[in-house]
């Protein structure tokens, strides 16, 4: 076969597998025969790295196949993936595999990114509907939806860590030993949270036992308020609490009233709005 057929193998390969691509949040569909499309894109690869020199410009073009093959190989799930941090198809959760940011090099690696956020881009102020299916782009501000985290973290025991930036270029670290997220039937509590470590503060500890609470759906413990409302995004409020990574972005500059933007207490208090944050979650081993 010619270089330039197994060309057209790869262009069909990624064209049978389009649908299959999609973000969350937009329709997909499961890759019929992506398995067979994976071994011709391996193929292409040995054949690449056996016909061309090194310094061959065609080298660059491995590459790329490489990421191709990256996308269309299934893992079960984010603790197995073994190349470099980045966007994975993933089984764990899903009904059809989904892609996942996966975090291979942190702490171990091993890691599914489960909350990001990284600008005012993406609205974090949304249903109780988006907020159990999930919304965003994993590689970009991002939320994996209420329902997979019930599924992964009822299974097995799984641990949490949460990455923070300032805008005064500070960080913080928060990580927990232990995570689950209950089924929809019980609110999707937190039910378990616990083994605190890190620099930013357990800030979280007031969620543990929390079912998750949005604008349209009240499940707070205040009598007076809706919490969602005030801090303008879903999370497992306990009286309005302590930390809410998915509020309102407010920039740089502090609000004028606590618990209004997106904060973690113990590591820029309740009124100055993060950078960044990022959550991630790992089997325990």
């Known amino acids: 076969m010619t270089f330039v057929a197994w060309l057209l193998v790869v262009a069909l390969g990624a064209g049978l597998c389009e649908a299959s691509f999609s973000i969350l949040g937009e329709p997909r569909q499961t890759c019929a025969g992506y398995s067979g499309i994976s071994d011709r894109i391996a193929a292409l690869i040995q054949f690449v790295s056996g ?23 299934v893992y079960q799930s984010c603790d197995v993936v073994q190349g470099a941090p980045g966007l994975y198809r993933i089984w764990d959760g899903n009904a059809a595999s989904t892609q996942y940011y996966c975090q291979t090099e942190l702490y ?10 990284t600008s005012a881009r993406t609205n974090f102020t949304r ?9 965003g782009h994993p590689e970009q501000d991002f939320w994996i939806g209420l329902t997979r985290l019930n599924q992964i973290t009822s299974l097995e025991q799984y641990e949490l860590a949460v990455l923070m930036d300032g805008f ?26 616990s083994g605190y470590s890190g620099t930013g503060g357990n800030s979280m500890s007031t969620s543990v036992g929390m079912m998750f609470s949005t604008f349209d759906n009240d499940r707070d413990t205040s009598t007076t308020e809706n919490c969602a409302n005030i801090w303008k995004g879903g999370w497992w409020f306990s009286n309005c609490g302590d930390s809410n990574l998915n509020g ?7 609000t004028t009233t606590p618990r209004t933007a997106m904060v973690w ?6 009124s100055q709005s993060l950078k960044t944050s990022i ?3 790992r089997k325990k081993v």
């Open 51 to 73: 016909q061309t020199p090194a310094v061959d410009p065609l080298v660059d073009l491995k590459s790329a196949i490489d990421g191709l093959l990256q996308m269309v190989t």
């Open 108 to 117: 171990g690696g091993g890691w599914t990114m489960i909350q990001r956020r």
């Open 127 to 135: 249903s109780y509907q988006e907020y159990k299916d999930g919304f």
């Open 168 to 193: 005064d270029g500070s960080t913080a670290t928060a990580r927990y030993t232990s995570f689950m997220v209950g089924p929809e039937s019980d609110g999707f509590r937190l039910t378990t949270l």
């Open 248 to 254: 309102f972005y407010a920039g740089a500059t502090p």
């Open 265 to 270: 207490n113990g590591f820029k208090g309740l």
């Open 279 to 281: 959550m991630l979650i």
